[in-house]
């Protein structure tokens, strides 16, 4: 089982050592990875992998019954052979971008709960914008405004973001109803990986993220559609923090 090093507090590290567990056709596997592959809305990390004699390239990162599949495209050399120690690099300004789309996401579902009683009901993220739905909710621009600016205003705070593992049952009674889709981690996970803002939000979730709100840059709503009754959707940017 490939160690996700990663977890739960190590999100910030981009370059790691680690030795081959197994060569498929055109991927490796890892005793450990600090590349995050694709799940809970956030798409896999990017970079590249060198050992002695070769260098490929990290195209997708998926989990596979346990461990993570680094998928690559062979740039030098032949792929590594087990044991063999490699040197992981991550693409560290997409990362970046990815971890502030993700604790900003957790921001807007917080006000957006907080303002209408609405709860998250999936998000997808990327490195340029991200979209989250809402239900059961039903948006008009001065509600866009209103969760666009108190959004704004919780990130200027710059409240700090902590991420650590907490026992499942402690967390069930912590998470305020509406806000996490714990009936979808299977029972055996624990303990759950929680990500906190202080005093503002408290959400199980394995995602990259920041460290303190005010890495976030400022927020804009860009756009909102209905995804059927009682189902809307926001999408928003971010701009570069001064």
């Known amino acids: 089982m490939t160690d996700l090093r990663y ?7 981009t370059a790691f050592t680690a030795t081959i567990t197994e060569t498929g056709q055109d991927s490796v596997f890892l005793d450990g990875t600090y590349f995050y592959p694709e799940g809970g809305g956030q798409p896999a990390d990017r970079g590249v992998l060198e050992w002695d004699g070769g260098r490929a390239d990290v195209v997708d990162v998926r989990k596979d019954h346990g461990d993570v599949r680094h998928d690559v495209e062979l740039r030098t050399g032949e792929l590594p052979t087990e044991g063999t120690t490699v040197e992981g690099r991550i693409d560290e300004d997409r990362r970046r971008k990815l971890s502030r789309m993700h604790t900003a996401q957790h ?10 009683g609405a709860g998250t009901a999936g998000n997808q993220i990327y490195p340029n914008r991200s979209r989250i739905d809402f239900e059961p909710a039903s948006f008009g621009e001065e509600d866009l405004e209103l969760i666009e600016r108190r959004s704004n205003e919780v990130v200027e705070r710059d409240l700090q973001v902590a991420k650590k593992n907490r026992p499942r049952p402690a967390v069930e009674e912590s998470v305020d109803e509406g806000r996490a889709l714990l009936d979808l981690i299977p029972d055996s996970v624990d303990p759950l990986r929680v990500v906190e803002i202080e005093a503002f939000d408290l959400c199980p979730c394995g995602g990259t993220h920041v460290s303190r709100l005010g890495e976030i840059g400022r927020l804009t709503v860009t756009d909102h559609v209905s995804k059927g009754e009682n189902t809307e959707r926001i999408e928003f940017e971010l701009e570069e923090p001064a």
Do not use: T
């Not at 921001?107 to 209408?116: A, G, N, Q, W």
């Open 7 to 13: 977890l739960p507090d190590a999100d910030d590290v």
């Open 107 to 116: 921001v807007v579902s917080r006000v957006v709960l907080d303002e209408y």
